[in-house]
């Protein structure tokens, strides 16, 4: 479903992305670790065709994301570290215009529905965005991808900010999105979240991904010494 | 998904409080001026009526009168005001309202209300032109920009392009949003600009003025558009808020503010025009000597003198079975108009060479295309100013030799200066009656405007389908 083959990205000298190959399918959690500056984000970026690739390719359910970027984010969904939307909007007018965006109209039981499993509170569905907090935010963030019905997932440091309950809330949402067929790729640095929800995990250092492991080989512990010795 | 995008921006401009206030008060603005303009226009058409009634009604009652007194005793006429004045006054303020006609002169016009008011109040008049020429734009590179910062710093801009919104459709979809709003204003001028002037169906009637607040209504229509996609495009384009803020302020101020008064004075420079002292004095020394200094008024007088006697077969003017001095005066007066057509021509000719280099600017600054082209569907601008003062001309013509053929050939012998004409006579001679320019002859005086003005739209819409519009780009 979501598939880079020896994607690359360089800023002149700069290899921000190196050779970068991956194979997430349908249903599985992937996880990229890495610190700041890892390749994480141009990584998501290539796949929403936020940025160009200098070599190789990125794939979205079959579709080369640089031949085709309309078509290949019909099958995605995102969800960017923050979820500013529009304060003047509530929850529900957020998740309407951007389903109304991506091609999709619900009805308001419908809407509120898809806010609702997301985990926002019934009583602030109507109220501005502008007074949620992070949290809240992020929420209506993954009603906005749940209800764009999407096979691939990509987010951005989703969970951090979060406090533990929303985070908690947050990693059963994506669980449950990826037992409904769902490919997701997660840039995080959170790595006992990680370890959580990930069906792989893979660390990143210097563009490069420099190891994959299935998320049950390790305990988090284990997973967190691991990352420090290959960052 | 242009409507989404469309709907979305009006309804984030109508809940943020400022641009809702920015909205309300430059419509709040745009209502008054358009209600003052109306209510001066009214002022002036009947103060204008009134004078031009006083006046004829001065000429039918002058009495029983010499020809020659009348000629001199003149009359006035007065420049009608267009109907769309009160949404562009134009010149009219600074050119002069009333023209004094008789024999042997030709005057300029007179009564620049301008002239009796500070250097301030010449500057600045609200009127609805204006506001729509200067504020609204203003608010709409505020409103464009707000848009594209707004999406851009908040991260929505990159929510909206995974949900697969296309970066053309956005520009598109927010061009049109911003476009529609300076719509729903200028669709509020026109209805009110429409009731105003059905208020008044001896002044609306014929089609001429609903098609000229339809012209208007579409220039301005067109211009904000230029302005939508201008602002949007940069607004895109540059990603430091305060850079692009900067830039579309800078355009507007040089666009609005500057370029056209350097034009206006470049214009001046490369087609100096005499004083008005220096133009009067060479008109009067052209008449005295002779056009280009060849043949002086006492020799002119000579030789017209033995024409006419060989022409009657008579040796003296006592002899003469008509008045000598009608047909005298009325060659001098040929003489005098042919030297005004030259004056007045070189005058008209540099005018015209002056509009038409301002004119040549609206390439590389449509605001001077709109407010020529405001001005000239006003029926407010030089073109009409030149048109008015020509059709006085003629009238006086046709009046002054009215009056010397009666002198000459009205019953009276030469030297006769008591010889008077029932004043009746005097009340059947046609009365001035200036018909404005139609909407045709003031857009095909302006054709080069309208050339830029689409050439702007064109190539606005032509950059918006350039490849350099992608999401990377504008994130």
Redesign the interface.
Known sequence: MIVAHNLSKSYGEHHALNNLNLNIAPGEIFCLLGQNGAGKTTTINCF?????PSAGKAEINGIDVAED??GS??H???L?E????????SGL?NLD??S????FRYSKNQLQEFLLKAGLPGDSINRYVGTYSKGMRQKV?IA?ATA?QAKAL?LDEPTSGLDPKASNDFSLLLKTLAQEGVAILMATHDIFRAKDIATRVGIMREGQLVATHAATEFSATELEKIYLETV | ?LT??IQ?EW??AW??RQLSVLWLIIGGLLLFATFSGWENFQRIHHEREEAAQLMRQKWENQGDQNPHSSAHYGTYVYKPVSILHFLDPGIDKFAGVSLRLEGHVQHGLAFAAASEQSSLSRFGDLHTGLILQVLVPLLLIFVAFNSFQRER????L?????????PRSLLWGKIIAVWSMALALLLLVLLLSGVLALSQPQLSQGTDVWLRLLGMTSLYALYYFLISAMAVQLAAAIRQPALSLLSLLSIWVLSTVILPKVVAASAEQQKPLLGVMQFNEQMHEERDKGLNGHDPEDERSKRFERKILAKYGVDSLSKLPINYDGLLMQEDEYYGNAVWDKHFGLLNRDLRQQAQYVAWSSFINPFQALRNLSLSLANSDLYQHLHFQKAAEMYRRTLIRTLNEKMAYGGSKTGDWDWKVPEAWFSELRDFDYQAPAIARSLQQRSLELVAIAAWALLLILLLWMPWW???RL?
């Open positions: 929403l065709g936020f940025t160009v970027p309309q984010k019909r995605l969904a995102y960017p923050v979820v500013m939307l529009y304060p003047k909007l007018e215009y951007f109304r965006l991506a091609g963030g906005i764009k990509f | 998904m989404q995008i979305n309804r984030i809940r943020e710093s908040s991260g929505a990159r929510l909206m392009f995974a949900q697969g919104i296309a992608k999401a990377e994130l």
